[in-house]
């Protein structure tokens, strides 16, 4: 599971620099950024194992999350102009992380024998609400509630992965077509939504 | 205890069916709107099993309250004009539910051998704070704060039946009469502030 | 450890103090002060405990922090004017309180058998994120985050802590040096940011 964790690792940096990025835009200072990067890249996971009553919650035991994100603190500050450029590359982690942290999250609540369905509710909150906690804490409303297809990929991306897992026994290959299927959602969203837009302008 | 459980369901309804019309009112997308409706409904018990350590969460053990939330929203995009007409229909169920959760919360959090106090006030967020967690995603004020009866009927409720059922031994008819008081207590709020109202308008 | 209890009554008296203050600004009525009174004074332990799987939260265990709160909430009501000229007295009390609820959280923490960063974490959040509660209820960016020598002061004063109890055995001694130090660096911070802001001005 080494690629698994790595690409936990690179997830938790990319959904940290996301929030660290939000954080200056909105002149917080470094350890309001601190604050914000660390809650949109565990958020969701915290708010997930606090629901299914796995605590102390996940990164506790981890103590790399922390340095991860440390790390996505300094190098958003050394180079933000740089990171905010590399837009187009943050948007493919961005999607492999959401679609890695539904799929964890999934198993994670399954893991405690609770139903596919709240699994696959749960596979959801961890992608996204760290996302909805950020706009909660910036003070405004969460940008997944207007945008359904973060939610809806993340969704379908679970379902996907249940499905292959009850089929098939090969749970590495059903973890890469569910994130794929994330991907690929996510993808055709933004290009959908960039034509929906020329076409609004009209 | 078929008619508690029957009660609950219907409660869950009319509370999710309230936070989808606010999201719908928010112009949130069905995947926004649908979160916003389920946390509406099962976030103030989600909170208190969380706070008093009943892990997983409540709701996680029966797909019914998926099943009655997906409901509501179905209804509530087919047929928003004629429930938003429901009104005062919607209010009583509104405040049955009100009453309901206050009494159950409190009873869920007694069985854990916490202090009646706690269990009051647990009771309390049992009932309210759905409601709380609905106006902060949707970027308000929590209406909860300025229209104190909210609270004050799911405190006094409360506290009827603590009282009922430490010198009374019949736990159904406890619970009719201190959800007859919630109930009384907001139908008077309610008459009592139109009057306030039409008064501070001259 | 009594002075240590009669400081956190103390300071749970000058958080909630705060919020209802806080609460009485946003016009909230008596029920929605008593409930920010409440989650300024407690939801920073709330959070804490729920985190690292200390549940039922600890103020469930002893009716006095709601005792406290209720008198914070009466007398806030009561003598507004008095208090609010009182604020010098209150800063030095809520610094104290800052102090002890960081270093009360750290212990906490560590007590589980968590990693000591963790801990210094989660020491922060018991001090800072009442606050943080407080200002997302009330519909604003939270001021910590804009601030940031609330937080810094505490993640400071956490680490004395550490450092102290790992090289010498005397734990009041080192929560009192711990304390010192948080309330050494706010101090200062507020005399500085006084002078940058009268740099600003012109």
């Given at each position: 599971m080494d690629i698994v964790?790595?690409?936990?690792?690179i997830g938790v940096f990319v959904?940290?620099?996301?929030?660290v990025l939000?954080?200056?835009?909105?002149?917080?200072?470094?350890v309001?950024?601190?604050v914000i990067g660390f809650i949109t890249a565990l958020g969701g996971g915290?708010?997930?194992?606090?629901?299914?009553?796995?605590?102390?919650?996940?990164?506790m035991y981890d103590v790399n999350y922390l340095w991860t994100i440390l790390a996505a603190l300094i190098l958003s500050y050394l180079f933000r102009k740089r990171i905010v450029k590399l837009r187009r590359s943050l948007f493919v982690f961005d999607t492999i992380?959401?679609?890695?942290?539904t799929i964890l999250g999934l198993q994670r609540t399954l893991a405690t024998g609770l139903d596919p369905a709240i699994a696959l509710i749960m596979g959801m909150v961890s992608a996204v609400f760290g996302g909805v906690l950020r706009d909660v804490l910036t003070n405004e409303i969460p940008l997944i509630f207007r945008?359904?297809?973060?939610?809806?990929?993340?969704?379908?991306?679970?379902?996907?992965?249940?499905?292959l897992t009850k089929f098939y026994d090969h749970e590495l290959l059903a973890m890469a077509i569910?994130?794929?299927t994330v991907f690929i959602i996510r993808y055709m969203a933004v290009r959908y939504n960039w034509s929906l837009n020329l076409r609004a302008r009209n």
């Open positions: 964790y790595i690409l936990d690792i959904f940290a620099t996301s929030g939000t954080a200056i835009d909105n002149k917080f200072d470094l309001g950024s601190a915290t708010l997930r194992d606090i629901m299914i009553g796995q605590t102390p919650v996940g990164w992380g959401i679609g890695l942290f945008r359904e297809i973060y939610a809806t990929a993340c969704l379908a991306g679970g379902l996907v992965f249940l499905l569910s994130m794929g």
